[in-house]
């Protein structure tokens, strides 16, 4: 098993930055992906940054390219999301996730952090 949990949302006005973080524990060795996910009021569930717990493959939403970098420290078995240039439409949820390498579907999950970005 393993467990994930998230730290650091908040609230912040548009044009702000925060970052969030993602720690993983217990069966860590099973990891192969991370992802960062949000979930907006009266939304479905949208992916937001992915990246190998090897910390290549890297892949954006395309509505955050250039403003959010996620990045991995696996001596600190931690993810993180860095938000940059924040837009009230970011305004969610932030779930991280984790999954092996075989089946792709992830099993793992936190239980969110909110990000609220005023105008």
């Known amino acids: 098993q393993v467990q994930l949990v998230e730290s650091g949302g908040g609230l912040v006005q548009a044009g702000g930055s925060l970052s969030v973080s993602c720690a993983a524990s217990?069966?860590?060795?099973?990891?192969?992906?991370v992802g960062w996910f949000r979930q907006a009021p009266g939304k479905g569930r949208e992916f937001v940054a992915g990246i190998n717990w090897s910390g290549d493959s890297i892949g954006y939403l395309n509505s955050v390219k250039g403003r959010f970098t996620i990045s991995s420290d696996n001596a600190k078995n931690t993810v993180y999301l860095q938000m940059n240039s924040l837009k009230p439409e970011d305004t969610a949820v932030y779930y991280c996730a984790a999954r092996a390498e075989s089946p792709n579907e992830y099993r793992y999950w936190g239980q969110g952090t909110q990000v609220t970005v005023s105008a």
């Open positions: 217990g069966r860590t060795s099973s990891i192969y992906r």
